[in-house]
């Protein structure tokens, strides 16, 4: 659609998120005349979220920004199934004690993006356990099973693609598209919702969920996609050369999560700029022009405008700061990272390599080396070139820590505990 009328798919639309949606007009109607609710589904699969899903979050955030209800449906019943969506193999099925912990860990990000309350436009957090856990089999068959074709579940890309490359797609995984599109229709006849959003390889699940609320008498229902990202280099969003990028605070610090998008590559600066700060639109076309050497200075601003939205802007700040001083002063900031050990750990010595895969900057004893042999590794700012060095209470600043880096960007303080 050239021209959207509502604010929010007009927002969607300017930065980036819209990559599909079933009926473009009548969205665009309905929000336009209507305080319109909905929801995006998170299955409970870690004990957090990473960077990969807060273009789903931001997506609410805005829904809520321009006068319309959120809902952040955690996945405490299809949980225990696992989505199946192009996966080359069965997730690892999960205790419920273990959902409702990762639960409980997930939901503490969403108020950094959210306002939830009692108001018609404060944000619901749902558990779909609610009633997918007191379901009756039978008249579930019944009732729902019997609006799914089987010829069209199969002929869906996300169940096609495991089954073309001949890999197992288990009878509990198939359910879970019945149960994401009873989620749907669930959610209409509580809520009033009447449109899911998701990841484009949702689109099929959402779809269904469309065609059974028509099946089951709901109102007209809606999908909208945004498209899966990766970065310019094909890498995948959220993950980093030392694994997730965690959103929990617990799980990664405010500093690595600044790092994280301070290492944007240049050709992505503009487009993350769009998809996750709330900085306004002309703002962002000034920083997107400037160029050169400059360019360091907006992915800095991007980095601090990220990582206040989810840590706050102290935090941000804090972190910007603790960069600046190591980047550029070349001094020890407090709030790098920290590797504690104990007193008697360094009165016996510390061996390097192992220093280096306990900091996370290296996977193995091997990739620890090969920093070393490359010439990357410095203790209090000295290179290191031997691989059987040892760190030693001698080696212990006057500011009572041990500084190791591991080439430029990655540094931490080794603290006697």
């Known amino acids: 659609m050239s021209e959207y009328k509502s604010d929010f798919l007009r927002t969607l639309k300017e930065r980036g998120f819209i990559y599909q949606t079933s009926d473009d007009a009548g969205l665009d109607a309905l929000f336009a005349k209507e305080t319109v609710t909905a929801y995006i589904g998170f299955d409970p699969t870690a004990p957090s979220l990473h960077a990969g899903g807060l273009i789903q979050i931001m997506m609410l955030h805005w829904l809520q920004a321009t006068g319309h209800r959120p809902i952040s449906l955690m996945g405490g019943g299809t949980g225990m199934v696992g989505d199946p969506s192009f996966k080359e193999e069965s997730r690892q099925l999960m205790t419920p004690d273990t959902i409702q912990s990762n ?57 096609k693609t495991r089954l073309d490359r001949e890999q197992s797609l288990s009878f509990l995984e198939f359910n879970y598209m019945i149960l994401q599109a009873y989620d749907f229709v669930e959610l209409n006849k509580r809520t009033g919702c009447r449109l899911q959003m998701g990841g484009s390889d949702q689109w099929g699940n959402i ?75 002309d703002e962002i076309a000034r920083l997107s022009a400037l160029g050169g050497s400059e360019i360091n200075e907006v992915k800095k601003v991007l980095a601090t405008e990220i990582t206040a939205m989810l840590h706050g802007r102290v935090a941000a700040e804090q972190a910007a700061e603790t960069a600046r001083k190591t980047f550029e002063e070349g001094a020890i900031a407090e709030n790098l990272p920290t ?16 220093l280096i895969v306990r900091a996370g900057f290296a996977a193995s004893n091997g990739e620890a080396r090969r920093h070393i042999q490359g010439g990357a590794v410095k203790i209090n700012d000295n290179a290191i070139s031997d691989e059987r060095f040892v760190i030693g209470s001698n080696d212990v600043t006057a500011e009572g820590v041990v500084k190791l880096s591991v080439g430029r960007k990655k540094h931490a303080l080794v603290r006697p505990a």
Do not use: C
């Open 103 to 159: 639960i409980d860990s997930i939901k503490t990000v969403f108020s950094n993006y959210l306002t939830y309350g009692d108001g018609p436009k404060d944000a619901l957090m749902i558990n779909n356990a609610d009633w997918l856990l007191g379901i009756n089999y039978l008249e579930f068959l019944r009732d729902v099973g019997r609006h799914f074709s089987v010829n069209r579940m199969l002929a869906f890309d996300s169940v």
């Open 207 to 281: 779809i269904n969920g469309i065609d059974l609320g028509h099946r089951m008498g709901t109102p007209q229902l809606y999908a909208l996609t945004s498209p899966l990202l990766t970065t310019s280099s094909g890498a995948k969003m959220g993950k980093s050369v030392n694994g997730a990028v965690w959103l929990n605070p617990s799980m990664l610090s405010a500093y690595d999560f600044w790092q994280y998008w301070r290492n944007t590559e240049d050709a992505d600066v503009s487009r993350f700029l769009k998809l996750y700060t709330t900085l306004p639109m």
């Open 339 to 354: 590797v504690d050990v104990t007193a008697a750990e360094l009165d016996s010595g510390i061996g390097l390599l192992s």
